[in-house]
């Protein structure tokens, strides 16, 4: 099977692309840095099956960055039969730069000009048959995002892997032609492949070069000595990327060919767009009141603020199947709670007829399918189209390039803390899982940088702890009557970025002192999602969820389930007998450790199940929600309706058996959300971490919980323990200066 490449400038379109012929799952944001990893998929419309491979997002082959690095070597090393350059049209002459690295392999390369809906609509044109002229390479116009011309470009693509083709330089027109042919000569004496792009590269003093062929750099020196440019003097590096523009400008460019229209000369309307979203100071409220549209819009029962013009209009409804679906005497629900009332509704229906099924059956089957199964993998699974809206919307917000100007706009901001807006990118995908978030780290230029946003990573709330928000926030409610699902939710995601940010301040104050690095980003235009690329996102997104709830949440909610009816004795228990349970005894010992946290022995005999609730999380933090499920059953004292809210329900049942307080369920959410992630997350940390910060992480994730739980509960429970806090937290900020004031001063003094 034929192997294609693709390979193109971060925002290109080039994973648009890649989604569009084959299919695949593979992650589309519109930001630099999304694809950390070469990801692979089949194209079935050629002659034969070829197999597409998704390369990283670079500007040039040089080993500046990881990306680029993952992809000189598998152009160079995997060889393969094409490589597809994905250019962004509507910059040309930056793209093509790539382009011009590229060339200098021996591969077949076809030049795909995408975007090419957005150059006619902006009045300009491109001569594709010019362009070809010039590089020397196949040039078809393409919109990977409409899927415009992408048969013709396969069907060229492939003649070319049928081709052998030797690699040019725009550089053999330069001054440095000679060095160049010189060292390309000894490269083929050592029957090196690619020999004039490894030429090139030593010319350039390439780290991975100089590494690797030493005994060629003589020649290098040896020339510097007599070669002196008017501009940058013996800089060679600087000499070659000032050939390449000069070649792109003066060859490249003209095939395209500008409008002069003065209406063009005007702002595009990306640019006015940006005028007000990235605005000093709208920019950072306008991206905080769509976060907040989007939690409403996902989790509210009141969508309107209007609940009291629906009151007369509910009872109309009672007793039928839009009772509480659509709108309740509170208002008219959100997208995410219709969504999740008709996936709660057939649970609900599900789980009685298996109870029918069940009635004749022996009283531990019983329990154990319906509460220990159904309970649990329910309980979660009702928050399925809730965490599917709020991927959607996050999505929306990454695709139309705003993710981008996000970053930007926090930047002045993260340096104040000693990041970057770059760190910004791998905290947002943090909302969708951590894991990916923190490979994303590999794109982030120092390990200070690096290890700080790996820590804070977590406390953005990943879609595996939205049930336990949701739950939570939903029992708060149910039980006291008081406050808005989606504002409390709203809140502790902020609460998370809080508390990131507070703990980046700290680490950046202590451990890891030291300059900022710069950062540099193109902001792309805005356009309208890609639709298949969402609702491929989607689907991954669904399948990943519905695979671990039906394989490791199934499987925790029927060991909590067992241990929760045996005695250490292994007798079966009675769900009014749970107390006595190895769950229980095991429990037990480690609550006190949670009094300061709310949750702990203040209450009643059942506090352990808070305790055992969290510790699942490790393993999986839809674990929490399930073995509230299974556990809810015993604390009621018979079985509760797991479908409709079910995990709302189990939180509900917890409450009212434990007597737990307001400010104690808030802790038990902000101990979830900012304690050690799931094991997943974990082993991954582990991977990406420096050597020797993997234990001081765990330590820092599991101290940041307790201690941000302890002042919510505290705080919340007796008012005036603020000033405590306060006062703690100014004399760990004197003692911080002063350390680092003792610092400064001894370096001074040392130089």
Known sequence: MKRFALAGNPNCGKTTLFNSLTGSSAYVGNWPGVTVEKKEGKYKKCKEPISIVDLPGIYSLSPYTSEEVISRNFIIDEKPDCVINVVDSTNLERNLYLTTQLLEIDVPVIIALNMMDAVRKSGDSIDPLLLEKEVGVPVVCISASKEEGLDELMDRAYEESLKKREATSVLLNSNLSHLINDIELSFKGLKVDNPLFHAIKLVENDEIEIKNHPQLLGVVDEFKKYFKDETFGSDLEAIVADSRYKHITSNFSKAKKKNNNEMAKTFSTSDKIDRVLTNKWLGIPIFLLLLFFIFHMTFSENLFFLGGLFTNIAPSFEGTFFEGLFWTSSGINSIGVVFANLLGSTTSWLTDVVQGWLSTSPQWVSGLITNGMLGGVFAVLSFLPQILLLFLFFSILEDSGYMARVAFILDRLFRRFGLTGRSLMPMIMGFGCSIPAMINTRT?????????????????????????????????????????????????????????????????????????????????????????????????????????????????????????????????????????????????????????????????????????????????????????????????????????????????????????????????????????????????????????????????????????????????????????????FGIGVFAIYLVNKHRDNKQRTAK
Request: proline share 4%.
């Open 444 to 728: 982030l230029s120092n390990d200070n940088e690096k290890i700080a946003t790996i820590r804070v990573i977590p406390f953005f709330s990943c879609g595996a702890k939205l049930p336990i928000l949701t739950a939570v926030a939903g029992g708060i409610i149910q039980q006291f009557g008081i406050g808005n699902a989606d504002i409390i939710t709203f809140s502790m995601y902020l609460l998370g970025m809080g508390v990131a940010i507070v703990s980046i301040l700290l680490m950046r104050a202590t451990i890891m002192r030291g300059a900022v690095p710069p950062f540099i980003m193109e902001l792309p235009a805005y356009h309208l999602p890609q639709f298949k690329a969402l609702m491929i996102h989607l689907w991954d997104k669904a399948k990943h969820f519905l695979k671990k709830a039906f394989t490791v949440i199934l499987a925790f909610t029927i060991i909590i389930w067992f241990f929760s009816h045996f005695s250490f004795s292994w007798q079966y228990l009675e769900d009014v007998d749970i107390d006595k349970s190895i769950l229980a005894g095991l429990g037990q010992l480690v609550t006190p450790l949670f009094t300061p946290l709310g949750f702990g022995s203040q209450l009643s005999s059942f506090s352990w199940v808070f305790v055992v609730a969290a510790f699942s999380g490790l393993i999986a933090k839809e674990n929490v929600i399930s073995t509230f499920g299974v556990l809810g059953a015993c604390v009621a004292g018979s079985i509760i309706d797991v479908g409709g809210d079910g995990g709302i329900a189990a939180v509900a049942t917890m409450i009212q058996g434990t007597g737990i307080t307001i400010p104690a369920l808030i802790s038990f959410i902000a101990f979830n959300l900012l304690t050690i992630p799931c094991f997943a997350a974990v082993v991954t940390a582990k991977a990406e971490l420096p050597k020797n910060k993997f234990v001081g992480t765990l330590v820092f994730w599991l101290a940041t919980s307790y201690i941000v739980s302890s002042m919510i509960y505290l705080i919340g429970s007796w008012w005036w323990t603020s000033f405590i806090f306060l006062g703690a």
